[in-house]
């Protein structure tokens, strides 16, 4: 309960008007079937010929108010009678029956309609918090998470929150106030009747309660086993290269079914007691209406006046009506324990913390960095898990156009010490500085505007070459856009496609080889055209062809810039300003191709390793 209050204060608070129109009409609609149903009333009394009384009428304020409501009804059905005749009264009776009636399910649709809105509101804005906040998360966020959990929990449980608590709003509104106003024309009709009810409402909320407990927590379950699943598939479809290669489909089969049979058990036993809701509540409440039957019956026997039998028949039709409101709301109680297991793993990514935060006064980025901008590592140590230091005392000087090359055995913290620049990761020691300033004093957005990045693995989006090298630059007309890849190398190959700059780029780029790629998101760096670029092993994954035209379209982009390159084939940095030999997190030496050379060190050794091959 407490959660859904939570919930409902998170989620529903920008729909507050849907939510007062939908109470509004729930009590219109309870208002209707009461009356409506005290149209059958005189319409038993007609036919049974039951009453044989002759009323008077009473005037307003004379008595009870319900005695002289119920009587002054009863009066004027009288008078009709007296001047219709029985069979016409009983005509206008019906007739006035479908009329309630009609107003009646108008205003349950109204108040339907008004929930609509919020509920697919609702979920649309969860879905949209959701991406929002997975877009703003931090690259260490999701080497935790496998990318199949968030998905999961993106398309599952936020479906499970539209099926179940979404769902469940328009109940949640409306069998509260059904079951209220009902109680409420019970105790007027007969209290004493109405105490068993009382007794016996908690009871049957406690046994509902107790049975329904266990839900939350194996809906949890069950969804977690479903990112699993949607986990395993992803991978196996992303490296199904490797699954065939190695003959593997049988094993990844093994775990996939293993998985899937796991959910399948559980999703059972989550489904036989979700299904216990109905019939226990329809069972329970047969029981309250058989004992009220009983003792209703037992009083009008034996001829106490407490109720009379056409204020029994009511009585119990209006108790009857109570069943059916009772019921959904035990089956909307269930799917909701259903839905907040959902939304407590929504909640891991909604309520994930963003260590990379923008600074409460941020210092002003310089606009003016034409000729680059200057990059300094200032004692710089880092960790990922807080254990092992992937960088230890790094202290570098890059300034504003020189072009720093980083170059070591892979693993030795090259990628890491450039992805310290742009913020991917905070420093755990020491200070990374931009323009003089630590990167943790600019904005974000500032910091990352002035810097270009290319990686090894070129990403490209399911979307036209043009849009793909304009992503960033929403303002770059076709013609930068050509500009670009010129420069690029690309240009050539992109008008050769059949519709050019519009051709689009298939999933990741899939239509594209390596080369290719990587140059369309060279161009792409060359439109930002940022003052300080960070080029990682980028023609590492090329063939000789390749690189040849990438490292030409990377040196036309390297000018007049501050550049920091991490680089696999040393013959492509020999013209570098300075060179950092990287090892196990630590600069062992620095200085240019000569000087290194001349060293006889660490460089060396690579440099004429790499002849060798
Ligand atoms: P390089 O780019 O020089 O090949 P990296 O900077 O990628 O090296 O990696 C340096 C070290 O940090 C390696 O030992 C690697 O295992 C570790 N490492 C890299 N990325 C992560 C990560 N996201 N989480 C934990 N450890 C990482
Ligand atoms: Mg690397």
């Not at 009394?45 to 002054?72: A, K, M």
């Not at 969860?126 to 959990?149: A, C, W």
Request: net charge neutral.
């Amino acid at each position: 309960m407490k959660d859904l209050f939570l919930f409902l204060r998170r989620f529903a608070s920008p729909y507050k008007w849907n939510v007062a129109g939908s109470v509004f009409f729930n009590f219109l609609t309870m208002g209707l079937t009461v009356f409506s149903f005290a149209f059958i009333m005189p319409i038993l009394r007609i036919l049974f010929n039951l009453d044989t009384t002759s009323y008077v009428w009473q005037p307003w304020g004379s008595g009870q108010f319900q005695d002289v409501l119920i009587n002054n009804f009863y009066w004027s059905v009288t008078q009709i009678i007296s001047s219709i005749g029985p069979v016409w009264t009983l005509a206008l009776m019906a007739g006035a029956l479908i009329v309630a009636t009609f107003l009646k399910v108008m205003a349950a649709y109204l108040s339907e309609y008004c929930v609509i809105p919020m509920r697919n509101g609702v979920v649309t804005d969860i879905r949209n918090q959701m991406y929002s906040k997975i877009v703003s998360l931090p690259i260490g966020f999701y080497t935790h998470e496998r990318k199949g959990d968030i998905m999961s929990r993106l398309l599952g449980d936020v479906g499970e929150i539209e099926a179940s608590v979404a769902a469940s709003l328009a109940g949640l509104l409306k069998n509260p106030i059904q079951i209220i106003g009902y109680l409420f024309v019970m105790v007027v009709l007969s209290w004493k009747l109405t105490i068993f009810v009382f007794i016996l409402l908690p009871i049957a909320g406690w046994i509902m309660g107790t049975v329904g407990k266990k839900l939350k927590v194996k809906s949890l379950e069950a969804q977690n086993m479903l990112g699993t699943i949607l986990s395993t598939a992803e991978e196996t479809i992303g490296g199904l290269k490797v699954v065939k290669a190695f003959n593997a489909e049988k094993h990844m089969e093994d775990v996939f079914q293993g998985e899937t049979d796991d959910y399948r058990k559980i999703s059972n036993s989550i489904q036989r007691r979700w299904s216990l809701a109905h019939p226990m509540s329809e069972f329970l409440g047969t029981i309250a209406v058989s004992v009220v039957l009983w003792f209703g019956g037992a009083i009008i026997i034996n001829g106490e006046t407490a109720i009379d039998a056409p204020g029994f028949i009511y009585y119990m039709v209006i108790f009857y009506s109570i069943i059916n409101p009772a019921k959904e709301l035990t089956k909307v109680g269930y799917t909701l324990r259903k839905g907040m297991a959902a939304l407590q793993r929504i909640d891991k990514i909604l309520g994930a913390e963003n260590p990379i935060k923008d600074p409460e006064n941020p210092v002003e980025m310089p606009k003016d960095l034409k000729d680059g901008g200057s990059v300094s590592f200032k004692n710089v140590s880092f960790s990922y898990d807080g254990e092992r230091y992937v960088l230890q005392d790094i202290n570098l000087e890059v300034k504003a156009g020189m072009t720093v090359a980083l170059v070591g055995q892979s693993g030795s913290g090259k990628s890491t010490m450039v992805d310290l620049i742009p913020r991917f990761w905070d420093v755990v020691h020491g200070e990374v500085e931009v323009e003089g300033h630590p990167v943790e004093a600019y904005n974000v957005a500032d910091l990352r505007g002035v810097m270009g990045i290319v990686n090894q693995e070129p990403i490209l989006f399911n979307d036209t070459i043009f849009n793909n090298i304009a992503f960033g630059s929403p303002e770059a007309t076709l013609k930068d856009v050509e500009e670009a890849a010129k420069i690029a190398n690309a240009y050539e190959f992109i008008i050769d496609t059949e519709d050019g700059f519009q051709t689009m780029a298939g999933d990741r780029g899939s239509r594209f080889s390596g080369g290719q790629r990587q140059r369309i998101s060279i161009a792409r760096a060359v439109l930002k055209n940022p003052p300080i670029l960070i080029l990682d092993e980028a023609t590492s994954a090329l063939d000789t062809e390749s690189e040849r035209l990438v490292q030409e379209a990377l040196e036309r982009l390297m000018k007049n810039r501050t550049t920091i390159v991490v680089a696999h084939r040393l013959s492509t940095i020999a013209n570098a300003d300075l060179i950092c030999v990287l090892q196990e997190g630590r600069i062992v030496e620095k200085g240019t191709h000569q000087q290194l050379i001349e060293l006889n060190g660490v460089y060396r050794h690579l440099v004429e390793m790499q002849r060798l091959k």
